[in-house]
């Protein structure tokens, strides 16, 4: 049976069955496969078996999936192939024979990977995307100064009124 092996450390490594149609590669806990690591996107991946073989596929990750070195979108994967989910290497195990493909079995199990050692994103972290992400910042002390400007402006706009609605007639 074709199966994902994932190297979290020099120590930890895991095995997963690929006994799924679809499975899905990425830190949170609704992967078929999650590798719970900083440089892995939410849903980084899926591994989706068409026509007798596996596709990988990127998900739009952050840090990129990458096939033998080379970063990609789809590819076909072959047995020995070597897959990075950002900077966490893994080994695709295919059939080594090209014979007939056989059924997959069904399964709902998912196997989570355990990190080593948790840790804190670095203070230096820069993201490796070629893509800014847009987080905007609430400015607290903008929306302050907005409010207290529109608040005189009714304020003047009220003793303005009141002074010359009252002031008599000649």
């Given at each position: 049976?074709?199966?994902?092996?994932?190297?979290?450390?020099?120590?930890?490594?895991?095995?997963h069955d690929?006994?799924?149609?679809?499975?899905?590669?990425?830190?949170?806990?609704?992967?078929?496969?999650?590798?719970?690591?900083?440089?892995?996107?939410?849903?980084?991946?899926?591994?989706?078996?068409e026509n007798?073989?596996?596709?990988?596929?990127?998900?739009?990750?952050?840090?990129?999936?990458?096939?033998?070195?080379?970063?990609?979108?789809?590819?076909?994967?072959?047995?020995?192939?070597?897959?990075?989910?950002?900077?966490?290497?893994?080994?695709?195990?295919?059939?080594?024979?090209?014979?007939?493909?056989?059924?997959?079995?069904?399964?709902?199990?998912?196997?989570?990977?355990?990190?080593?050692?948790?840790?804190?994103?670095?203070?230096?972290?820069?993201?490796?995307?070629?893509?800014?992400?847009?987080?905007?910042?609430?400015?607290?002390?903008?929306?302050?100064?907005y409010a207290?400007?529109?608040?005189?402006?009714?304020?003047?706009?009220?003793?303005?009124?009141?002074?010359?609605?009252?002031?008599?007639?000649?």
């Amino acid at each position: 049976m074709p199966q994902i092996q994932v190297f979290l450390s020099d120590e930890n490594k895991i095995s997963h069955d690929l006994s799924e149609d679809k499975i899905t590669v990425g830190r949170l806990a609704d992967n078929s496969l999650q590798i719970d690591d900083g440089s892995v996107s939410s849903h980084h991946a899926e591994l989706v078996f068409e026509n007798g073989e596996y596709h990988l596929h990127d998900l739009g990750s952050t840090n990129g999936t990458f096939l033998n070195e080379e970063q990609v979108t789809d590819a076909i994967l072959k047995h020995g192939d070597e897959i990075r989910f950002g900077r966490i290497p893994a080994v695709y195990q295919g059939e080594e024979e090209s014979g007939a493909s056989q059924p997959l079995p069904s399964s709902t199990s998912s196997k989570v990977a355990e990190v080593a050692q948790q840790s804190a994103r670095p203070v230096n972290f820069v993201s490796t995307s070629p893509i800014p992400r847009n987080v905007e910042k609430k400015d607290v002390v903008g929306v302050a100064l907005y409010a207290l400007a529109a608040l005189a402006f009714v304020v003047a706009g009220y003793a303005a009124y009141c002074t010359f609605a009252l002031a008599p007639s000649v």
